[in-house]
């Protein structure tokens, strides 16, 4: 009898271990998949499921769609369209040794089932459905219901509400920005005639799009413009023209703890549409403003921020975020401040990740600092280049 237990002790005992080993290699094998989906500011303002990206926005996702190589974490998966294109492209980039595998869609379809986690570029209808084509589980995916509130906290609307707030938070005269919506036609136009020289933005729109500039009265054909956007988006935003000096934006993660900073992100623009970002660590990025703006303004805001958004992304949105600012030229000299230029701290909201992430990820590199980072067109594709700053 002894020897029995003896032998069903032994047994048991290797059963334990054998589960144990077992289970341990399930988490070894568990990982991220990483999607770069930079169509995700349209796909939001369409909303369905079934939307494609205009040829500009396919070619861009096709082009770059090794990026999330740059901050994914070692046997992560990333989802590209051309495995050896990826991995030459990438390569250029990466000289840490972290080894990160691009799949195609067939290799995803075949790992869904050890897939763990899913990160975009940013959610929407869009991207979900195609990782549900893909036997990606639905309990890695935002409900329905949680993609509304995303795409709600999406629109321009949000922001201005931050901006609100984060302005009568902070009182300080430095400070300035100011937004209305329109839910109409003529209160677009009464709302013009108000502010004067203005900016008009689609609720949902990509960088550089849905932005026209008017000033007193809608001409014709962006009067005609507006009219289709809010019957489509339900509104316009109003803002008045500012007189830009420079471009800039603060980098956060929202996780289950808060809103955390993350970085600054100072970036360039032609004609409203993203261009490159400087890249640098955070003390040469400060310097870099520090001729318009004191540190103290940027720290304090950075806080705000942290504690507004946290606040109002509780239980909606976890992942990264980027809100766009500028320093402006003032009229005169703000009360106590000896400098003409003052700070819009919420120019825009993105709830997904940005270009600013991804020169943060670059800017990791020494070698890399005190350059550009560039994407650039050539007439057939979108190449990802980091250059010297005279060029």
Aim: aromatic letters at 10%; hydrophobic letters at 40%.
């Amino acid at each position: 009898m002894d020897g029995k237990k003896m032998f069903f002790s032994f047994y048991f005992l290797h059963v334990h271990l054998l589960s144990r080993t077992f289970a341990g290699n399930k988490r070894t094998f568990s990982m991220t998949l990483h999607v770069f989906n930079p169509e995700h500011d349209i796909a939001l303002a369409y909303n369905n499921k079934y939307f494609t990206a205009p040829h500009a926005g396919r070619q861009l996702r096709h082009d770059l769609d090794y990026l999330p190589a740059l901050w994914a974490a070692e046997g992560d998966l990333v989802w590209v369209e051309n495995v050896a294109s990826a991995k030459a492209h990438a390569h250029r980039f990466m000289r840490d040794g972290r080894k990160v595998r691009f799949v195609d869609r067939n290799e995803v379809s075949r790992l869904a089932d050890r897939i763990s986690r899913v990160s975009p570029w940013g959610w929407d209808a869009a991207v979900k459905f195609q990782l549900e084509q893909l036997g990606i589980r639905r309990t890695l995916l935002p409900a329905d219901g949680l993609l509304d509130r995303i795409r709600n906290d999406s629109n321009r609307r949000f922001a201005s509400m931050v901006l609100t707030e984060l302005r009568s938070s902070m009182h300080d005269p430095i400070l300035t920005g100011a937004a209305c919506y329109a839910r109409g036609i003529e209160e677009l136009e009464q709302r013009v005639r108000e502010t004067g020289k203005a900016v008009i933005k689609a609720p949902w729109s990509s960088s550089g799009r849905g932005i026209r500039y008017v000033d007193t009265l809608l001409q014709p054909a962006v009067a005609a413009w507006s009219r289709k956007t809010i019957e489509r988006q339900g509104g316009m935003m109003v803002e008045p023209y500012y007189n830009k000096v420079k471009d800039f934006g603060m980098e956060f993660v929202s996780d289950a703890r808060g809103v955390h900073y993350a970085g600054l992100s100072v970036f360039h623009t032609v004609n409203g549409a993203y261009a490159g970002n400087s890249l640098a660590d955070e003390a040469g990025k400060r310097a870099m403003l520090s001729a318009y703006l004191p540190g103290s303004v940027l720290d304090k805001v950075a806080e705000t921020l942290e504690h507004l958004l946290a606040g109002r992304l509780q239980g909606i949105y976890q992942g990264v975020l980027g809100v766009d600012m500028m320093v402006v030229a003032k009229d005169g000299v703000p009360d106590g401040r000896e400098t003409g230029f003052g700070l819009h701290p919420v120019v825009e909201i993105n709830l997904r990740r940005t270009m600013g992430h991804v020169a943060l990820a670059l800017s990791a590199r020494q070698e890399l600092q005190d350059r550009v980072m560039r994407i650039d067109y050539d007439g057939s594709h979108y190449h990802l280049h980091t250059v010297h700053k005279d060029r």
